[in-house]
C-alpha cells in the first residue's frame, strides 16, 4: 500500500466492518490485541466496561503518525457529547474520554460524528502500526438528533472524506468482532 504525506502528518485510514449497537448492549464485546497494545472493540457510555453499557462499535482505525489532533483536523471542527474507549498501550488499561469531530453530511444532511480514542499523550504506539488512535462513527439527526445510527454508512463518508484530501485509505481491511446485521438505527429518546 503507498502512503501519501499531508503536511505533517502521514497517515493511513483503516476502516473495519461494523454495525452500530442497539439500545447501548452487544453481545459482541471483546478485547483486541495487536502486538503489546489492547482495546474494546466499542466505546462505552461511562467508565463501566460491560456489554451492557456500550455506544458504538470501534470501526476506524489511524496509523503510521496519526494522533487525536491530527486525525480531527481532517474532518469537522464541531464535536458532540462525550463517551468513553477503553485501551491499553501496554502500561495497562486505561479509559480516554472524547467527544470527537462532528459536521454536517454532504451526504445525507445530517450530524456526521466521529469519537477518537488513545491513551493520555493522544496517541498510542506499537512496531505493527506505529502511532496510532482508534475511532467510532455514526449519524445523528439534524437538528435535533432525536436518532443517531448507520455507524457502516458514517464510516463510509469519514473514509471519503479522508481520500479526498490525499490520504491512503483501505475499507474493511479487517474486523473487530463488532459487526451486527440488521436496522442500524436507534433513538436515544
Known amino acids: 500500500m503507498r502512503l501519501l504525506k499531508i503536511?505533517?502528518?502521514?497517515?493511513?485510514?483503516?476502516?473495519?466492518?461494523?454495525?452500530?449497537?442497539?439500545?447501548?448492549?452487544?453481545?459482541?464485546?471483546?478485547?483486541?490485541?495487536?502486538?503489546?497494545?489492547?482495546?474494546?472493540?466499542?466505546?462505552?457510555?461511562?467508565?463501566?466496561?460491560?456489554?451492557?453499557?456500550?455506544?458504538?462499535?470501534?470501526?476506524?482505525?489511524?496509523?503510521?503518525?496519526?494522533?487525536?489532533?491530527?486525525?480531527?483536523?481532517?474532518?469537522?471542527?464541531?464535536?458532540?457529547?462525550?463517551?468513553?474507549?477503553?485501551?491499553?498501550?501496554?502500561?495497562?488499561?486505561?479509559?480516554?474520554?472524547?467527544?470527537?469531530?462532528?459536521?454536517?453530511?454532504?451526504?445525507?444532511?445530517?450530524?456526521?460524528?466521529?469519537?477518537?480514542y488513545a491513551d493520555s499523550d493522544d496517541r498510542m504506539y506499537n512496531l505493527a502500526w506505529g502511532y496510532y488512535v482508534i475511532g467510532t462513527t455514526h449519524y445523528d439527526e439534524y437538528p435535533f438528533e432525536s436518532w443517531s445510527g448507520y455507524s457502516e454508512a458514517a464510516e463510509e463518508e469519514f473514509a471519503s472524506i479522508a481520500s479526498s484530501k490525499g490520504y491512503s485509505v483501505s475499507e474493511d481491511w479487517s474486523t473487530f468482532y463488532n459487526y451486527h446485521s440488521g436496522l442500524e438505527l436507534f433513538s436515544r429518546y
Open 7 to 116: 503536511f505533517y502528518l502521514t497517515a493511513l485510514l483503516i476502516t473495519i466492518t461494523v454495525s452500530p449497537v442497539m439500545a447501548a448492549s452487544t453481545n459482541n464485546l471483546t478485547t483486541l490485541y495487536i502486538r503489546e497494545d489492547s482495546f474494546r472493540n466499542y466505546d462505552f457510555l461511562s467508565e463501566t466496561d460491560s456489554n451492557t453499557n456500550v455506544d458504538w462499535p470501534v470501526s476506524m482505525l489511524f496509523y503510521n503518525n496519526a494522533d487525536i489532533n491530527k486525525v480531527k483536523s481532517i474532518f469537522f471542527i464541531g464535536f458532540g457529547s462525550i463517551l468513553k474507549g477503553r485501551l491499553n498501550d501496554g502500561a495497562g488499561w486505561v479509559w480516554d474520554s472524547d467527544g470527537g469531530t462532528k459536521g454536517i453530511s454532504s451526504r445525507y444532511g445530517h450530524w456526521l460524528h466521529m469519537r477518537v
